[in-house]
């Protein structure tokens, strides 16, 4: 691929100096980076608590080489994450016309840049396909190369303005058109996933993630999202330094440096997926794997057989 017609690379920055160093130094080692613009953004300190880290953080920020040219946009005041990522990536796909996102926590593949700008170029036409995501879930078993799933993830992605145009901020709009579709149970994986109480905190002003309104815009949407079997990121901010994360090690995986061919995948949701990701989550949220589809099933007949078993002898 020449290296033309390259995607700005967005990053997403607060306090932390040493996880954005990270971040930093796997970016500029992928081949791409030396044609490619960065652009980050600073947000503002929530408070005195949080100033001096923000300083040091900021001081470092022109001191980054090695990429085509990096923008420093900095917040005069703290906006919070939810606000500086849905203000920025409209900016600069409004400004570009795609982009590929990244917080200050991920540490990427020296191949990164290459498969997104490829499946970035390869997908811009199709209307089926709403984002790429770099990051893999560490799922048991085999998985394919790369597949497509409905929905849109938060851990390094990109997108057009085609796909970013559909985003929907209002967590009330969304709450209701998921009701109004039937999307409740099959979002959240059959309770796999928190996702609706999760957006239920937005409505109440817990939290202001932008994440869980993206990935139920882009369900609502029917879109889908190209995934890489093995990934392309790793995350090193589940230490309790992050926004809205804790401590977790469930998310843990390994970085693929083999660049995949994204070129012959079925644009349609990969459905033994779906059955690993309910898995993944429900262990993750509940300790412990789903019921078997025949538990599931004798769970429900059961109590059915009884009450006509009962009625016969009564």
């Known amino acids: 691929m020449k290296n033309t017609n390259l995607a700005p690379i967005v990053l997403f ?139 849109a993830d938060c851990h390094g992605w990109a997108t057009w303005k085609r796909g970013w145009d559909l985003f929907e901020s209002n967590p009330k709009i969304l709450k209701d058109k998921m009701y109004e579709l039937g999307l409740v149970d099959e979002f959240d994986f059959n309770g796999a996933m928190p996702g609706m109480k999760m957006l239920q905190s937005v409505i109440d002003g817990k939290n202001d993630s932008w994440a869980i309104r993206w990935g139920m815009t882009s369900y609502i949407s029917g879109k889908l999202s190209l995934f890489p079997g093995k990934s392309y990121i790793k995350n090193i901010g589940l230490d309790g330094t992050g926004a809205n994360t804790g401590v977790d090690n469930h998310y843990h995986t390994e970085i693929s440096n083999n660049l995949i061919d994204i070129q012959n995948i079925p644009v349609v949701e990969n459905k033994k997926i779906r059955k690993k990701f309910e898995r993944f989550h429900h262990i993750e949220n509940h300790g412990k794997p789903p019921a078997s589809d025949f538990r599931k099933f004798m769970a429900k007949l059961l109590p059915e057989f009884i009450k006509k078993y009962l009625r016969k002898i009564l």
């Open 13 to 151: 920055v607060y306090n932390r100096l040493w996880h954005t160093q990270q971040t930093i130094e796997a970016l500029k080692k992928n081949e791409l980076a030396k044609d490619s613009t960065l652009r980050i953004y600073a947000d503002g300190a929530k408070g005195d608590k949080d100033k001096k880290q923000v300083e040091e953080l900021r001081k470092y920020l022109p001191t980054i080489s090695g990429f085509k040219k990096v923008e420093v946009i900095e917040a005069e005041h703290n906006k919070g994450l939810g606000e500086s990522i849905i203000g920025g990536v409209t900016e600069t796909v409004n400004k570009h016309g795609k982009i590929i996102v990244l917080e200050d926590d991920l540490v990427t593949s020296p191949v990164f840049l290459q498969y997104m700008n490829n499946a970035l170029n390869f997908y811009e036409n199709n209307d089926k396909v709403i984002s790429v995501q770099a990051y893999a879930y560490p799922f048991e078993g085999k998985v394919p190369e790369a597949y497509f799933f409905r929905g």
